[in-house]
């Protein structure tokens, strides 16, 4: 069972109000990284981090950021929610050697209205 | 650059049918293949893997084989069950130094009717 947890699972919130998704993992990666689900199913790569203090664009541009000042711990946020937004956040690691699978959170539901 | 296609969706099938969900992928180098499953409303669990020519990955029943002459990487179920209702993902790794992220399938989805 993979030890990386988000929080909250579902969250409804209006527009113009700042969110923070939370992301941690008690498995020691280096690597975290932030996607974005549409309802069509397709995974879009929003932010990852290769460690502290470092954090990259992915290939969809977004409009949250991020952080990780600590290694267990990779924040999202949005300054400012709008429906647009509306998606399923999912956040993974990978470990730091060799070419093995990605462990992902159960995801977090954002609805803007 | 990287790129995996899948078989588009939506499959259906009746419990103990044969499935298979087709998988091809473009990379450089020697990458890692994976089968990733995701039940509603939850994040993907890997399903399979396999991370060399001719490897053979299987998990619950599900089995795919790394087929480097082809670029293939597809998933069979020999009886499929309503419990394998779900979104499946293609994906691989690539192989190298400075290897960062994943690159996936758009999914396909699979119901199973009793």
């Known amino acids: 069972e993979a030890d990386i947890y988000q929080t909250p699972r579902y969250l409804v919130i209006g527009t113009g109000k700042k969110i923070t998704l939370e992301c941690s993992q008690t498995m020691g990666h280096d690597k975290m990284y932030w996607y974005q689900q549409d309802p069509g199913m397709e995974l879009h790569l929003i932010h990852y981090?290769?460690?502290?203090?470092?954090?990259e664009k992915g290939d969809l541009s977004s409009e949250s950021t991020v952080s990780r000042i600590r290694t267990e711990h990779f924040p999202l946020t949005l300054e400012s929610a709008r429906p647009s937004h509306t998606s399923q956040y999912l956040c993974a690691s990978t470990p730091n050697e060799g070419n093995t699978e990605a462990f992902f959170g159960q995801g977090t539901r954002l609805t803007v209205v | 650059g990287n790129s995996v296609t899948q078989m588009e969706g939506p499959v259906t099938l009746s419990e103990e049918a044969f499935l298979t969900i087709n998988c091809t992928y473009t990379a450089t180098g020697y990458p890692s293949l994976f089968w990733y499953v995701q039940y509603p409303g939850e994040g993907l669990q890997l399903l399979l893997k396999a991370t060399k020519a001719d490897d053979k990955g299987s998990n619950k029943g599900f089995e795919a084989t790394y087929r480097k002459e082809t670029t293939s990487f597809h998933l069979e179920k020999g009886s499929v069950q309503v419990s394998d209702s779900a979104v499946y993902f293609c994906a691989l790794r690539r192989s190298g130094a400075g290897s960062y992220q994943l690159t996936f399938g758009k999914g396909t989805k699979l119901s199973v009717i009793p």
């Open positions: 981090s290769y460690g502290v203090n470092s954090t």
